[in-house]
């Protein structure tokens, strides 16, 4: 509900379920002086050889603008090739190295380029409150900070050029880097790429390779073996694991040699087939506690997995989570991404799913499947109680002892913790609804909605929000609807659907009243007040509120009552009654500290001020914008305390010069990091101080 009701400072982004200003509790800003990214994951070990390819990567590394091209078939070491020349590169790039899997061959939807943008703006904090999704804003504010610096970009695993071309710098100092299995001819023809085709090792390289990997001394048996497993490094070093002894060497040659596996498999035009008995051949050797969590891995949804997801998949502690994970590692089964991070190469994936579906019975499958979003509700709930503690939040009424409990303990780390797994909850959410989990499909993305509105993360907001109404509907549940249609207002709302916004607040008020439950209704109503007022409809939003008022007093919810109070003062200053104003934010203040609720109370301290500088009370209004920046400091209500400064300074621009340079000096430094377009006009004040 707060988050729709009035900040004298500036618009709230619509949905009562929200209930808090975003950019309070979004965590530090961007400074001017960050840290340089360098998200390169861990180069391969034992890496042979590819020297023309690296010397053609340094070669055009060195040109402006640089953009190269990797291609080649899945398992020739395209991403491990790229990964380990970056690591080797990495001073010719000293303000740092972006990485994003863009998933173009993953049996997940490819990685859309405004989920990468996201990612590489987050990793330059870079804020992004006015990019409202807008792919052409964020790759033209990518390209803005990219402008003097020298960083490496690369986009690993490319299907198509529409997932590439937002991301390619323009800044001469910088170089991109792309990986595909197609050519993407496209870019060498309309981008001036430089395109390589990555071919399988050498032989006598992939001989060298699986003699460092096993520790045998090379042969004529190892050099067969290297030609039947085609050279494909991914190949050669399972196959090395495997074959640690001669004799291991002799068996897996003949097993390969075998009519119906060998070369018609590992030399099929379907690439994707070519590793399905290596793979048997590994898997067969792994003891029962291994084969069974590799089989359990394969029904997670996402991209990878923490250890604390596979501890919940697996149905063991942490501990013994990460044992398994490290020992499918060191059997090159799983590759680590990064610190207790992992994810399977697609192939090995695919064959991980076979195995899940041929061995493991449906009901353990769908036990796995809810024990891991049980975990991802358990922690989207602990964030939104972080978060945003004062709001309601879904139901926790499940049973058991969780493998591991949230170990965020402040703002910072919860949205640490979901902007690392965001897009493993959007298919989580996907497969919740899949397995007919109905109840998880709508609580995850409400438990997680708030994070949504912090990070503007409009597109997952919208989409999750429709999955949780068709989840709620599906598992009857009135309760969990009318939430979801308020959700799924707020946003609309965000983007400036209020048309839509309305529609869908309107249904949630329908439905409350049909049901009977006078707390949605009150939401519902306000929600739709709050509509009503930003399309300055301000009768019609007045008398909506008011009506959502008197429901807040009947079940006597200070808090909210604090709310509407407030809203109802800035729908009386937008009616040119400051008078009335006045009286509204007073009750409004009184409420609010009744509940302890401080955003509120803040607000409610801004628009005094703004009611008293209307009425000319200029004294007492400099006053109550005093009292609106210490809260706002104490509550790090950034975008609040930069429009609280603004309006403090523009009233002592006459009277108290010092102070009001003072307080504009100060808003003008939040309001560019914030890319607040208000900072223009605080330039031209602070030029008229001079």
């Not at 197609?182 to 006598?204: V, Y």
């Not at 520790?215 to 640690?244: H, N, Y």
């Not at 089989?295 to 501990?319: E, K, W, Y």
């Not at 902007?419 to 499909?441: S, T, W």
């Amino acid at each position: 509900m707060d988050a729709n009701r009035g900040s004298s400072g500036g618009e709230r982004s619509a949905g009562r379920a929200n209930e808090v200003d975003a950019g309070s509790l979004a965590g530090p800003l961007a400074r001017a002086e960050s840290p340089a990214p360098h998200q390169l994951p861990r180069a391969a070990t034992c890496f042979t050889d590819r020297a023309a390819e690296i010397d053609r990567l340094n070669t055009t590394a060195r040109q402006e603008s640089s953009l190269a091209v990797v291609s080649g078939q899945a398992g020739v070491g395209k991403s491990a090739l790229v990964v380990w020349w970056a690591h080797q590169a990495m001073e010719q790039f000293p303000d740092g190295q972006l990485y994003t899997d863009l998933r173009g061959y993953h049996s997940l939807p490819p990685q859309r380029p405004e989920e990468a943008l996201h990612s590489f703006l987050l990793a330059l904090d870079a804020p992004m409150d006015n990019l409202l999704g807008n792919l052409d804003a964020m790759a033209a504010k990518f390209r803005s900070l990219l402008h003097g610096r020298r960083m490496l970009i690369i986009a690993d695993n490319a299907r198509r050029i529409d997932q590439v071309l937002p991301l390619l710098a323009s800044a001469p100092g910088c170089c991109t880097v792309v990986t595909s299995r197609s050519n993407l001819e496209a870019l060498e023809i309309t981008q001036g790429a430089s395109c390589m085709t990555l071919r399988p090792l050498p032989q006598r390289d992939a001989v060298t390779l699986f003699s460092l990997m096993s520790g045998q001394a090379e042969s004529q048996q190892i050099t067969d073996l290297i030609s039947q497993c085609g050279s494909l490094p991914l190949t050669v070093r399972i196959a090395a694991q495997q074959a640690r002894t001669p004799d291991d060497v002799t068996a897996l040659v003949q097993d390969l040699s075998n009519t119906a596996n060998r070369l018609s498999t590992l030399s099929s035009p379907d690439e994707e087939t070519g590793m399905h008995l290596v793979l048997s051949w590994s898997y067969n050797g792994l003891t029962p506690a291994k084969a069974r969590a590799f089989r359990l891995l394969a029904l997670h949804a996402g991209p990878d997995f923490s250890t604390d997801s596979a501890a919940a998949l697996i149905g063991v502690p942490r501990n013994a989570a990460l044992r398994l994970l490290r020992a499918l590692k060191s059997d090159n089964l799983l590759e680590e991404v990064s610190d207790r991070r992992f994810r399977f190469h697609d192939l090995i994936r695919d064959y991980a799913q076979e195995r899940v579906l041929a061995e493991e019975p449906e009901s353990e499958r769908d036990a796995a499947v809810r024990r891991e979003l049980l975990h991802y509700l358990r922690h989207c709930d602990r964030a939104d109680r972080l978060l945003v503690p004062q709001r309601s939040h879904v139901p926790m009424d499940e049973e058991g002892t969780p493998p591991s409990e949230p170990d965020f303990a402040d703002n910072a780390g919860a949205l640490a913790w979901c902007d690392a797994e965001i897009v493993n909850l959007a298919a989580a959410v996907d497969q919740a609804m899949r397995h007919r989990m109905h109840d998880m499909a709508w609580k995850v993305p409400i438990a997680l909605i708030y994070y949504l509105v912090v990070r503007h993360h409009h597109a997952y907001r919208h989409d999750l929000s429709i999955t949780a109404l068709q989840a709620a509907r599906l598992d009857r549940n009135d309760w969990a609807e009318t939430w979801a249609l308020i959700c799924l207002g707020g946003a609309a709302g965000a983007v400036g659907r209020h048309a839509e916004a309305a529609e869908r607040f309107t249904a949630a008020l329908n439905l409350s009243r049909r049901t009977g439950d006078l707390k949605w209704e009150s939401i519902a109503t306000y929600n739709l007040a709050w509509t009503l007022r930003v399309a300055g409809r301000y009768e019609e939003a007045y008398v909506q509120q008011k009506r959502a008022l008197e429901q807040h007093r009947h079940e006597d919810d200070q808090r909210s009552q604090a709310i509407s109070r407030n809203e109802l003062g800035t729908i009386s200053l937008a009616l040119g009654k400051p008078e009335q104003a006045r009286e509204h934010c007073l009750a409004a203040l009184h409420l609010a500290r009744v509940a302890n609720d401080l955003l509120t109370e803040a607000a409610a301290l801004h628009q005094l001020g703004d009611a008293n500088g209307r009425l000319q009370d200029l004294e007492s209004a400099a006053d109550w914008y005093s009292q609106a920046v210490t809260l706002r400091r104490r509550t790090d209500d950034r975008p609040g305390l930069a429009h609280s400064l603004v309006e403090l300074g523009r009233l002592r621009i006459e009277s108290h010069r010092a102070e009001a340079r003072a307080a504009l000096t100060e808003a003008l430094r939040l309001l560019e990091l914030l890319e607040d377009p208000l900072a223009d006009e605080v330039r031209r004040l602070l030029h008229h101080l001079q």
